[in-house]
């Protein structure tokens, strides 16, 4: 594990979220159970689905807090969500095992208490704790440490909406992804979304659609849904990630509406 903590600029607003998140860090993982019925998981579980992890693949996750959805990404590149072997590690491989090809994933937050906590955790869990692919760095979303066209994927979960520019940061998440990379982000929509999905759609289940191939609320951007709920800010961040320059954008509602996952391709 490497850590790449280094002064970030920030502004007001930046520097207020990082107070608040210093603050809750070590407790950010029970608060984040407690507040969500451990629903977070499997949002997050459904932002990986979504990602379509493959082996050797560079991944970003930014405002990657405590690195809940990096470790899901860096388990998954590395094959049915078991660790891969250290290097040098006996017994890890045979010769007609397919080659490994190491990805590598970097969680990127402003805030170092969250990253120093994400540390913790990486180290206490024996398959993250010896995977060289796995860095943390201290950064801006608005203004990434990282050079153009470097990373195959990227991630935001529960973090876009402490960004202060936020046209900004998906500006700067299509800057370091490489043509053909993928951005998806999780976010809280808000909670009418949800009172008003369950009068319109009784159909739900806890977490995401139940049947059918398609998630009914899976949209492409500007189409019309049938018994969508008036109040869409889905297509208003939607409409954002295009502005940024993203192509074939999509979202799919989790929990009636509560949370989005939206993504986009650099084309
Ligand atoms: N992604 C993690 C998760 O889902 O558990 C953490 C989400 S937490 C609600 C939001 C995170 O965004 C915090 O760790 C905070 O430090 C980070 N953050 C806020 N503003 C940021 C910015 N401008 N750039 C990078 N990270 C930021």
């Given at each position: 594990v490497d850590f790449g903590f280094r002064q970030v600029p920030r502004d007001a607003k930046a520097g207020l979220v990082g107070q608040v998140f210093s603050s809750v860090a070590s407790s950010y993982d029970v608060m984040n159970d407690l507040m969500s019925g451990g629903l977070h998981r499997l949002w997050k579980d459904r932002l990986v689905e979504a990602l379509r992890p493959f082996p050797g693949q560079e991944h970003l996750d930014v405002?990657?807090?405590t690195g809940d959805v990096a470790f899901r990404v860096?388990?998954?590149?590395s094959g049915s969500g078991s660790s891969r072997p250290p290097p040098g590690a006996a017994?890890?491989?045979s010769a007609s095992d397919p080659p490994l090809v190491p990805g590598r994933v970097v969680v990127c937050d402003i805030n170092p208490d969250m990253l120093r906590v994400g540390q913790q955790k990486a180290a206490a869990e024996p398959d993250l704790a010896c995977d060289s692919g796995l860095s943390f760095v201290e950064g801006?979303?608005?203004?990434?440490?990282?050079?153009?066209?470097?990373?195959?994927s990227y991630t935001i979960a529960f973090g876009i909406r402490n960004v202060t520019d936020r046209p900004a940061a998906l500006r700067e998440a299509l800057r370091v992804l490489k043509r053909g990379g993928r951005c998806v982000c999780v976010c809280v929509c808000y909670i009418i979304n949800y009172i008003l999905c369950s009068v319109y759609d009784l159909d739900y289940t806890v977490g995401r659609e139940s049947r059918g191939p398609k998630p009914k609320h899976s949209a492409r951007v500007g189409?019309?849904?049938?018994?969508?709920p008036p109040c869409r800010p889905q297509e208003t961040f939607a409409r954002m990630?295009?502005?940024a320059g993203f192509r074939a954008v999509t979202y799919?509602?989790?929990?009636?509406?509560?949370?989005?996952?939206?993504?986009g391709f650099k084309l």
């Open positions: 405002a990657g807090g860096l388990r998954a590149t017994g890890g491989s801006n979303a608005e203004q990434l440490p990282f050079p153009d066209s470097s990373f195959d189409s019309t849904q049938h018994k969508q990630v295009e502005d799919e509602n989790l929990t009636s509406g509560v949370v989005a996952v939206h993504s």
